[in-house]
């Protein structure tokens, strides 16, 4: 794992202590990335139902956006003198989250699911930010910028959820499944 390899250099001004600490947050935004867009191919390939062409069409600009998030915070970790892994297997091994549970669905059930989804990636980079305040405010300017689009694609989903008083069908769940069910 990078995380455990000793950095040879890194970027002028970085301690070589904060920067192995940026890389390993990096590395763990990189297996989110990852995992995002990869996911929400799988939802544009599974979607069925009324809404099917708007739904599967939506999807795919984050897809593109979200994979070149994932090549930003590779090359990020590089800059660093660290070494970006990129391996399926790798990735599932570090993850702390569970694959996503949903198969050949209905958009709304989908999109549900995806509330979940989003809820969970957008937590973790405002965790990862909060903690770059004080190790480097250049990774931090990195993902503020994905965080503003990725709170900009759960918009995208909730407007799909939401009644016209503003209120959320899956604001109880807990679970993609739930979340799944209460959209539908
Ligand atoms: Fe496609």
């Known amino acids: 794992m990078a995380n455990t390899v000793k950095l040879k250099y890194t970027t002028p001004g970085m301690s070589e202590s904060d920067a192995t600490r940026v890389v390993e947050l990096l590395q763990d935004r990189l297996n989110a990335a990852t995992d995002l867009h990869l996911t929400l191919k799988h939802v544009h390939?599974?979607?069925?139902?009324?809404?099917?062409?708007?739904?599967?069409?939506?999807?795919?600009?984050?897809?593109?956006?979200?994979?070149?998030?994932?090549?930003?915070?590779?090359?990020?970790?590089?800059?660093?003198?660290?070494?970006?892994?990129?391996?399926?297997?790798?990735?599932?091994?570090?993850?702390?989250?569970?694959e996503y549970s949903i198969g050949r669905d209905t958009t709304q059930a989908h999109l549900g699911a995806l509330d979940l989804v989003y809820q969970g990636v957008i937590t973790s980079y405002r965790d990862a930010i909060k903690e770059l305040d004080d190790l480097d405010l250049v990774t931090q300017d990195m993902l503020i910028g994905q965080t503003d689009k990725l709170e900009l694609f759960h918009w995208f989903v909730r407007a799909h959820l939401e009644d016209k008083s503003g209120a959320l069908s899956t604001a109880d769940a807990h679970s993609e499944q739930e979340a799944a069910r209460a959209a539908g």
Not at 48 to 67: C, K
Not at 73 to 87: K, N, W
């Open 45 to 98: 390939w599974n979607v069925v139902g009324p809404h099917f062409i708007s739904v599967h069409e939506m999807i795919d600009p984050q897809v593109d956006e979200v994979r070149e998030f994932a090549d930003d915070l590779a090359e990020r970790i590089a800059t660093l003198g660290g070494s970006p892994i990129g391996t399926p297997g790798a990735l599932v091994a570090a993850r702390t989250w569970d």
